[in-house]
């Protein structure tokens, strides 16, 4: 079975504070991670995939399998960043992506 | 450009109701799938269909079914509403099953009462 934890509910940081959303995972096989973000009222996209090892709207995520973690790090928070955020798992073997509970990032003034 | 769309936005059901929720896809993708997302959650799987003409259950598919009526659309019914599917629901679509990229729909929150 494959499981995604997203441990923080809610993230309020200071514009201008570093961020750092958590993520762990379960599964046997190998994985491949994503990070969603949903804007107020907007859909649900994209931000960015562990495979691309790309940096979107200066975010990053790095897959450590040792520790099973895909965490998502900003180094410097913008107020346009305050959204949903939602970590996900897709298993080989072509399954449907897997997501966690999620977490808010509330970045103040 | 109007990717993933989903019909209705909102909607209010009494206990027992039925109801439909449609959902269409206009990139010519192969896969579609309805989650769930509740708070503390996140978004949970109903039901996909990894291409046309089949269907297959998720990780909460009770008292939900599901039809690809062709390759554009993809609806979800609740036959006896519950106050446990007060929701809201995503459909999704993505070119092939299980493909890294996932295009979602603006949702539906349903109030079951």
């Known amino acids: 079975a494959q499981r995604v934890t997203q441990p923080e509910k809610l993230l309020s940081v200071f514009k201008g504070a570093p961020v750092e959303l958590k993520c762990n995972y379960s599964?046997?096989?190998?994985?491949?991670l994503f990070w969603y973000v949903q804007y107020s009222r907007q859909r649900l996209q994209l931000l960015l995939r562990?495979?691309s090892r790309e940096s979107i709207k200066g975010f990053t995520a790095d897959l450590n399998k040792g520790e099973t973690s895909f965490h998502l790090k900003k180094p410097f928070a913008q107020e346009e960043d305050s959204a949903m955020y939602y970590c996900?798992?897709?298993?080989?073997?072509?399954?449907?992506?897997?997501f966690g509970s999620g977490t808010r990032l509330q970045v103040q003034p | 450009n109007a990717g993933v769309t989903q019909t209705p936005k909102f909607q209010v059901l009494k206990t027992g109701q039925s109801m439909t929720l449609q959902c269409a896809q206009d990139?010519?993708?192969?896969?579609m799938y309805w989650y769930r997302q509740d708070p503390g959650m996140g978004l949970r799987l109903i039901y996909y269909?990894?291409?046309?003409?089949?269907?297959d259950k998720g990780e909460v598919p009770n008292g939900y079914n599901v039809s690809r009526l062709n390759k554009r659309e993809f609806s979800l019914r609740l036959e006896s509403a519950a106050p446990s599917q007060t929701s809201v629901y995503f459909c999704?679509?993505?070119?092939?099953?299980?493909?890294?990229?996932?295009?979602f729909g603006q949702g539906t929150r349903l109030t079951v009462v």
């Open positions: 269909s990894a291409s046309e003409g089949t269907t």
């Open positions: 999704a679509s993505s070119e092939v099953f299980g493909e890294l990229k996932a295009f």
């Open positions: 990139m010519n993708h192969n896969s």
């Open positions: 996900a798992l897709s298993g080989t073997g072509r399954r449907a992506l897997t």
């Open positions: 562990h495979i």
């Open positions: 599964y046997s096989g190998s994985p491949e």
